[in-house]
């Protein structure tokens, strides 16, 4: 079915699906890249959410390290860890939305 509009003239639309032409190896490398492209978003998606949930529901693997208190004294390494513990959540929950984003547009 073509759409006409009052002049007699295609529709804009029409001309545009009409010179758009691909060849099937193009678009089996374009579907491969797309799939390609989905599969690496749900894996970081994934290890985003399991780094973004371990310290957003209590966990604190950061108090476990002695290192960092031998280096930093106890009272210091507790300020730095409770201030670059919301950040690192913080950070996490903008990844997943962004991959979030990034995998339903692609």
């Known amino acids: ?6 002049a007699g003239d295609r529709s804009l ?3 545009s699906k009409e010179g758009v032409r691909t060849t ?3 678009n089996n490398r374009y579907n491969w890249s ?3 492209l989905q599969e ?3 894996f970081l ?4 959410i399991m780094l973004w949930v371990i310290p957003a529901f209590g966990a604190h693997p950061q108090f476990e390290n002695e290192l960092g208190k031998q280096f930093f004294g106890f009272s210091a390494w507790f300020v ?4 670059g513990q919301p950040l690192g959540v913080f950070y996490r929950m903008h990844s997943v939305a962004a991959l979030l984003e990034l995998l339903v547009s692609a």
């Open 34 to 36: 797309r799939r390609v």
């Open 80 to 83: 730095i860890v409770n201030l």
């Open 24 to 26: 099937p190896s193009a």
């Open 40 to 42: 690496i978003c749900a």
């Open 45 to 48: 998606i994934l290890a985003n």
């Open 1 to 6: 079915m073509e759409v006409v509009d009052s």
């Open 13 to 15: 639309m029409e001309k």
